[in-house]
């Protein structure tokens, strides 16, 4: 297979001692849209400009298309860099702007005009081409700031935060545009964002990062519905978690139990019988079911409290109690169950099938 990107245990330490990125590996494939996700300074913008060669790496080995490009200048590299603030020049064209990369190039007129020609049609920007940039829309200089790196025809596409400046309805279009744009090119894109649904929404592909490590890499429904890691589980979606002690490991399937009883799940990773773990349950697949359990043994069933219910037009939403120390928001489709039963202080059961529920090492 073909890679585009390949990072292979790479770090970086700051002059003044900060671990930014530790062994950090990742093999891109020609055309994947790659997200890399994760809190604050975790270390996104850090890796994206390593890649790009604006900052040098520390430990570790970058290859672009099989070639290492450690040592690379950014301008000798395969790749261009989007920022959030799209760093357009205010006194030139948006012609100008967009064909500037090829002017560094020393790429001749004709073929440079050619090339900004189809950029601008498509982009939709030919209206906009004589205008300079401080008399444009957000969304416009979005899309000047795309076509500025777009028109040199990269390997790869690198993005940090693109999408950072605009409003959310803005946000949208323009999300759905680089989507169709990234797949009609077969360009690489590797986008840096701290927006859960802007990840999933765009990515073949999320790196969910902590505190200068991979956490886990995977498309997102399996980061949704199979996080293997506690901080994925916590981080991403909303999902209820349990700790307790593995009493039955087999056949992908493990049993834990829990000061709320039995909980089973499938495995996700290493987990064995006598060890720690904990159940990650995501809460659209908890079924609520009136009464208390049937038997305090029952496989799966959480015993919860009404503490607050609310109809929100078809949907209810409720919050309930779970062990005295957890509280938990749930809705409920108002056709689904009897209209009094979530009562405040009505006992619940809450249930979900093994097999949507995820069992990790604790
Ligand atoms: N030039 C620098 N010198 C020292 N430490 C730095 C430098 N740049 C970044 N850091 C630190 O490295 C870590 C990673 O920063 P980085 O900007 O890569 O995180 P990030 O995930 O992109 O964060 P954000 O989402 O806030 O942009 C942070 O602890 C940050 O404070």
Aim: hydrophobic share 40%; with cysteine.
């Amino acid at each position: 297979m073909s890679h585009d990107l390949e990072l292979i245990q790479v770090g970086k330490t700051y002059d003044d001692g900060t671990v930014a990125v530790a062994g950090f590996d990742l093999a891109v494939s020609r055309g994947e849209f790659i997200a890399f996700l994760g809190p604050s300074g975790c270390g996104k913008t850090t890796t994206l400009r390593m890649i790009a060669g604006f900052e040098a790496i520390s430990s570790g080995t970058i290859r672009i298309r099989g070639r290492v490009v450690n040592d690379l200048p950014p301008e000798r590299r395969p790749t261009s860099t989007i920022f959030q603030s799209y760093a357009l020049f205010p006194h030139m064209t948006v012609r100008r702007n967009i064909g500037y990369g090829l002017e560094v190039k020393g790429l001749a007129k004709a073929d440079r005009e050619a090339k900004v020609d189809r950029i601008l049609a498509a982009l939709g920007l030919e209206d906009i081409a004589e205008r300079r940039p401080d008399r444009l829309s957000g969304g416009q200089r979005q899309r000047i700031a795309l076509a500025r790196g777009l028109v040199v025809e990269p390997d790869i596409l690198l993005l940090d935060e693109p999408l950072g400046a605009l409003d959310a309805n803005l946000r949208r279009a323009i999300q759905n545009e680089l989507r169709l744009l990234q797949r009609t090119l077969g360009i690489t894109f590797v986008f840096v964002t701290h927006a859960q649904s802007e990840a999933l929404s765009l990515s073949d592909r999320i790196v969910v990062m902590n505190q200068g490590r991979v956490e886990q890499i995977s498309p997102p429904r399996e980061l949704y519905t199979r996080p293997s890691t506690a901080f994925v589980a916590q981080f991403i979606g909303r999902n209820m978690i349990f700790e307790g002690t593995v009493v039955e490991a087999r056949d992908g399937t493990a049993s834990i139990r829990t000061p709320l009883g039995v909980l089973s799940g499938l495995v996700n990773g290493a987990v064995g019988e006598g060890g720690s773990a904990k159940v990650v349950v995501p809460s659209e697949a908890i079924t609520l079911r009136a009464g208390v359990p049937s038997s305090p043994h029952a496989g799966n069933a959480v015993p919860a409290r009404v503490v607050h219910s609310q109809v929100v037009g078809h949907v209810r939403r409720i919050a309930v109690d779970l062990d005295g120390a957890r509280r938990l928001a749930l809705e409920a489709h108002v056709d689904k169950y009897p209209d009094d039963a979530f009562a405040v202080g009505s006992h619940l059961t809450l249930g979900w099938s093994p097999g949507d529920a995820t069992v990790i090492a604790a």
